[in-house]
């Protein structure tokens, strides 16, 4: 029964980050999606389990990988399973660059107003420790010196309850003039 033998991987996954890191290493494996065909009275001769693995470390990435082909297989071979992990790239670590944050946080001070920009040292210090994000701008930082720059779109007292990646995120429209004038300011400003 391939979603027993899922069930059981998904299980195994989730010792990695609760019994094989350390606390203090941050490293997320998330298992988003567990798929299956089949009716509802059949059983199972296939399913897939889909999810995401983000590290500051490339080291704690490459040892999470390897525990990840390890316990998936053997759990398989122990009902008598076969296991494939497929990995579809992954994101490198964001590098936000010193210099263009102090110049972007300072200039956005100016156009915004200082009550209405924060820095992650603002928002509890070190990034790394509370933010597990991912994304493909990080490539680009790996190239030139850069910084990501975070718009609110939306305040729970004004309607818009929900977070980025809740399934019913929705955004005020009314603030994409804003990104599109921080995006505009800050690029004359800096290539200038």
Same mark, same amino acid.
């Given at each position: $029964? =391939?979603?027993?033998?899922? @069930?059981?991987? +998904? +299980?195994?996954?989730?010792?990695i980050s !609760?019994?094989?890191? %350390? =606390?203090?290493t941050p490293a997320i494996l998330t298992v988003g999606t567990v798929q299956s065909e089949g009716a509802d009275n059949a059983i199972a001769d296939s399913a897939i389990l889909k999810g995401t693995l983000? &590290?500051?470390?490339?080291?704690v990435r490459k040892m999470v990988k390897k525990r990840m082909e390890q316990i998936s297989k053997n759990i398989a071979k122990a009902f008598r399973a076969t296991a494939e992990i497929t990995y579809n790239g992954g994101? %490198?670590? +964001?590098?936000n660059d010193g210099?263009? @944050?102090l110049f972007v946080e300072e200039t956005l001070k100016k156009i915004l107003g200082v009550e209405r920009v924060? @820095? &992650?040292?603002?928002?509890?210090? $070190?990034?790394? !420790?509370? &933010?597990?994000? @991912?994304? $493909?701008? !990080?490539y680009i930082s790996h190239k030139i010196p850069s910084v990501m720059v975070a718009l609110g779109a939306g305040q729970q007292d004004k309607g818009y309850p929900y977070p980025l990646h809740h399934p019913k =995120? =929705?955004? $005020?429209?009314g603030g994409l003039w804003i990104g599109s004038a921080i995006f505009t300011l800050i690029g004359c400003k800096y290539l200038s």
């Amino acid at each position: $029964d =391939a979603l027993t033998v899922a @069930s059981h991987i +998904l +299980l195994g996954l989730q010792e990695i980050s !609760a019994r094989e890191l %350390p =606390a203090a290493t941050p490293a997320i494996l998330t298992v988003g999606t567990v798929q299956s065909e089949g009716a509802d009275n059949a059983i199972a001769d296939s399913a897939i389990l889909k999810g995401t693995l983000r &590290s500051f470390d490339e080291k704690v990435r490459k040892m999470v990988k390897k525990r990840m082909e390890q316990i998936s297989k053997n759990i398989a071979k122990a009902f008598r399973a076969t296991a494939e992990i497929t990995y579809n790239g992954g994101c %490198p670590t +964001l590098i936000n660059d010193g210099k263009v @944050s102090l110049f972007v946080e300072e200039t956005l001070k100016k156009i915004l107003g200082v009550e209405r920009v924060f @820095s &992650s040292n603002n928002l509890g210090g $070190d990034v790394r !420790a509370n &933010s597990g994000g @991912s994304e $493909d701008f !990080a490539y680009i930082s790996h190239k030139i010196p850069s910084v990501m720059v975070a718009l609110g779109a939306g305040q729970q007292d004004k309607g818009y309850p929900y977070p980025l990646h809740h399934p019913k =995120a =929705a955004f $005020d429209e009314g603030g994409l003039w804003i990104g599109s004038a921080i995006f505009t300011l800050i690029g004359c400003k800096y290539l200038s």
